[in-house]
């Protein structure tokens, strides 16, 4: 019952969203009433998720629901960065938890607090619910704009709501329980986690012991490079890898092969999982500083450590519809460092 008393609720508030499309031909730069509108919602919509996932990790302790909410404080961030952008005044007038312009906001987030307090089983699940909403509103949102800046920020959001979604199956699947959609329909659902829900390595601890060079030995050439933060909690990935596609003949390059690409991913962590941002990195010429570099995000990582010699990257990068992971493992898997298998620490 109180499921559905959710679902109610959310169709309610988010309706408005829904179902106004584009009205008409606009100018480049300027948002029709129905951008603008979604685009302030999207901002304390991010917010709604970011308490939530900040009270639950004061009740329950696990540190998917820490990692996330500092995630979902980017997912703002980027939110706040167009708003700014297009000269929108921002619905965010307190950063205290709980607090909305939107009233219906307000009592949604009391609903969802309600929802996963009971069990930690209740509270995953509560999880799982505002991801396939937010990944509902990013789609719908995608669709009604034809403004790249909102385009790119909404898929980039999207990439980390699935990559959200798919870890808060993985706890759900791990306690033993199949996972049924509550928002998205189930088929949506399916596609998105596919073989992509981690189970959590409990017990294992990201440390500054994992800084190293990682690849996956069927792809050769390949790989990453990982060095942690442990203070700000902090995780740098430089990814060395390929374009989805080799060049033509014809194009050459003077350094390197036309074809190589070097991405990088940053974000914070917490127990065995890391939620990262991809960025591209493009424009730039050997050793000069002109033209400027041009760095965009375009993608989320979700990366997850077993143990101190292997992991798994999944990574989610909408605009190019590429979704996948990767084992990894050290390039020199008898130099563990100073890693440990630390236990995760106490609530």
């Known amino acids: 019952m109180r499921k559905s008393i959710l679902f109610c609720l959310v169709l309610l508030i988010f309706n408005p969203i829904i179902v106004v499309g584009q009205q008409g031909n606009q100018n480049v730069g300027e948002l029709d009433s129905n951008e603008e509108s979604t685009l302030v919602f999207l901002r304390e919509e991010e917010k709604l998720a970011r308490d939530a996932y900040f009270s639950m990790h004061e009740l329950w302790g696990k540190p998917i629901f820490s990692n996330i909410s500092e995630s979902e404080q980017k997912h703002m961030d980027a939110m706040l960065k167009k708003l700014v952008l297009f000269e ?25 607090l309600d929802s996963g307090s009971d069990s930690l089983l209740d509270a995953y699940q509560m ?10 509103e990013l789609l719908m949102a995608i ?40 928002y998205l329909g189930q088929d949506e659902v399916d596609d998105i986690v596919g073989d ?58 003077k350094l390197g ?14 127990g065995s999982q890391a939620e990262l941002t991809i960025t591209n990195t493009t424009e730039g010429v050997f050793d000069s500083d002109t033209p400027q570099v041009a760095s965009e995000s375009f993608g989320s990582i979700l990366l997850q450590f077993d143990n101190c010699a292997s992991g798994i990257v999944i990574y989610d990068i909408p605009s190019l519809q590429l979704t996948g992971s ?22």
């Open 88 to 112: 929108i005044e921002d619905p965010v007038s307190s950063n205290e938890p709980g607090k909305f312009s939107n009233p219906q906001l307000d009592q949604l987030y009391d609903d969802l």
């Open 196 to 253: 992509f829900a981690l189970e959590p390595a409990e017990g294992f601890v990201i440390n500054r012991g994992l800084n190293d060079a990682w690849f996956n030995p069927e792809t050769g050439g390949q790989g990453f490079f990982i060095t942690v933060y442990p203070e700000p909690e902090l995780l740098f990935l430089g990814w060395v890898t390929f374009d989805t596609e080799r060049p033509n003949e014809e194009v050459t390059a």
């Open 143 to 182: 669709e009604e704009t034809d403004e790249p800046p909102l385009m790119n920020a909404y898929s980039n959001v999207l990439a980390g709501s699935r990559n959200h979604l798919r870890a808060f199956v993985g706890h759900i699947e791990a306690m033993g329980i199949d996972y049924s959609a509550q």
């Open 326 to 347: 990767i084992p990894i493992r050290r390039v020199a898997p008898d130099q563990p460092g100073l890693c440990t298998n630390a236990q995760e620490p106490s609530p």
């Open 257 to 270: 092969g036309p074809g190589q690409r070097w991405l990088t991913a940053q974000g914070t962590f917490a």
């Open 127 to 136: 999880g799982a619910f505002i991801e396939e909403m937010s990944i509902q």
